[in-house]
Structure formats: C-alpha cells, structure tokens
C-alpha cells in the first residue's frame, strides 16, 4: 500500500508542480502588468495553497531519505521547517510586491486595463485547478489531508472565488475601479489567513505541540488486564501523525515474555481509539505502591 503510494506520487508530483505554478502565475503576472492588484493577490494566494500541496506530495521524497523508514520524524521537521519557511517568505514576499504595486499604481494613477486574455487567465487557472484536484483523488493522500486538500467544499470555495474574480474583472472593465480596492482587501485577508495556518500548523509540529488527553489515554491503558498505573504520557508529532510513549506498571510477579500480549494490546487499543497514532512505545515497570512511581 505504501510502495504504491510513493510510485503515485512518484507519477503525479511534477504535474502537481506544473498545476500549480499554471494556477498562481499567470494571474500574479497579469495583474502586475495590467495594475489589477487583487488578480496579483489572488494569485500568491494560490501559490501560497498550492505550496501545501507541493509539500505533502513531496514529502515521501524527503522521507525516504531518512536512514531510518519506519521513524522519520527528524526528516518529517525537516519537510515542516520548510513549509514554514516558504508561508513566511511567500507571505513576506508578497506583502512587499503587493504593497509596492499599490504605491505604483496609485502614485501614476495608472488605470487597470483588461482585455480578453485577463479573461482567459482566470478561466484557465480554474480549470488547472480543477485538474489539480482530479489528480490528487488518484493518490491516496491521508485522510486528514483529504479533508483539507481535497473535499468538494474547497472546490465549491474556488469556484465561488472564481465567480467573484470575474465580477471583478468585468466590473473594473466598465470602469468601476473601487473594484479593485475593494476585492484587493478580500484576497488579501485569505493570503494573511493562509500564511498565518500554514505557520501555525507547522510551528504545533516543529514544537510537539499536541492535543491528546493523558487522563483519557490512561483510563484506556489501565482498563487492559495487566495493566495499571499508566503514567509520563508523552506524544511528539502532528494531530494526524503521532508518536506517544508513556511508562505502565504491571505485576513484578510476572515473565517478560507475559508482558508482550498485555504491550502489544495498549499499542493497538491506542492505534484503534485515536488515528493519529502512528507508533506506541510502552516502558514496563513494576507496580509499586501507588503514588510511588518513577
Ligand atoms: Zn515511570
């Protein structure tokens, strides 16, 4: 399953590239040639989108350089770190043009001019969405990245930006140049959303900030027989990928070799009840009175 996975995306990651630099690009150019602002900020915000989706499709090739396959988690930060970096640089980035577009225009008085390519620009850059998407259903991505790439609602929010960038084009073609501004400050508060998600999520992971409930993980591992005292719960990693450890007491009185299946059913009643835990690691240690634990 996870060999096919890689050759999918190993098949689709250039044209995931390619898409996505079809999508944002033309539109950043246009609007900056043509002074239309927020076709400029509509575009590095699909870039921006587009970044994401470029990272996690390319994610296997970082991972897969890890000495270690079963535990890239270092190389996983790596891969965060950059995503970091990029929203921060796009998002930097982007402020400055746009800002210094805005000064241009504003301070020439240059009038936006549209012809029929300003059009086919936002027609086509739809459509290369909408073949983005086609090609990310045919590789399996996770399911929380299904959820946030890939659903019918982001496909519903494209179209209706889409819709909105036409009214404006055809608006600001008939003069009404408020448009601009107006649509400028909409596409600018999605790019500030964006960047600001995109480093927020990957600042939760670079930082192992997670959200499991150690009460909760406890009460689950203290209700498997032979198990008691669950205690030191640590988790590192994301919500959809994470690696818990965390100390358990069982009988001194009992083998090593009794302690697997009691280890091996914590592991898989963890996996089952929470989805995000990629991997378990159980420390045994004897009971002793309680409250009396390392
Ligand atoms: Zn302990």
Redesign the pocket.
């Known amino acids: 399953m996870e060999m096919c996975r890689k050759t999918l995306l190993e098949k689709y990651f250039f044209i995931f590239v390619f898409l996505i630099f079809f999508i944002s690009i033309p539109k950043i150019l246009y609007g900056y040639f043509y002074d239309i602002i927020y076709l400029e900020t509509s575009g590095y915000y699909s870039l921006l989108r587009g970044f994401s989706i470029v990272f996690i499709a390319g994610s296997f090739y970082v991972t897969s350089l890890s000495p270690n396959s079963l535990h890239p988690y270092g190389y996983s930060k790596y891969l965060k770190m950059g995503q970091f970096l990029v929203a921060l640089g796009i998002g930097i980035i982007s402020l400055f043009l746009i800002g210094h577009s805005m000064i241009a225009k504003y301070s020439y008085h240059k009038v936006p001019f549209i012809d029929m390519s300003g059009y086919i620009i936002v027609l086509l850059s739809v459509i290369f969405y909408l073949l983005l998407i086609y090609f990310m259903k045919k590789v399996q991505f996770s399911l929380q990245e299904e959820k946030k790439y890939n659903n019918s609602n982001n496909i519903k929010k494209e179209v209706g930006l889409t819709i909105i960038t036409l009214i404006g084009l055809v608006g600001i073609e008939h003069g009404y140049f408020f448009l601009d501004v107006v649509l400028s400050i909409f596409f600018f508060s999605f790019l500030v959303k964006e960047t600001l998600s995109v480093i927020w999520e990957s600042s939760r992971f670079l930082s192992d900030t997670f959200s499991l409930d150690e009460k909760q993980i406890c009460n689950l591992v203290n209700s498997i027989d032979g198990a008691s005292e669950c ?2 719960v640590r988790a590192h990693g994301t919500d959809s990928d994470l690696y818990v450890d965390l ?1 358990v007491c069982m009988d001194p009185k009992i083998k090593i070799i009794q302690t697997k299946p009691i280890v091996e059913q914590i592991e898989s009643s963890l996996k089952a009840s929470y989805s995000s835990v990629r991997d378990v690691t159980v ?1 045994i ?1 004897p009971a002793k009175k309680k409250g009396n ?2």
């Open positions: 205690h030191n100390h420390h240690e634990f390392i």
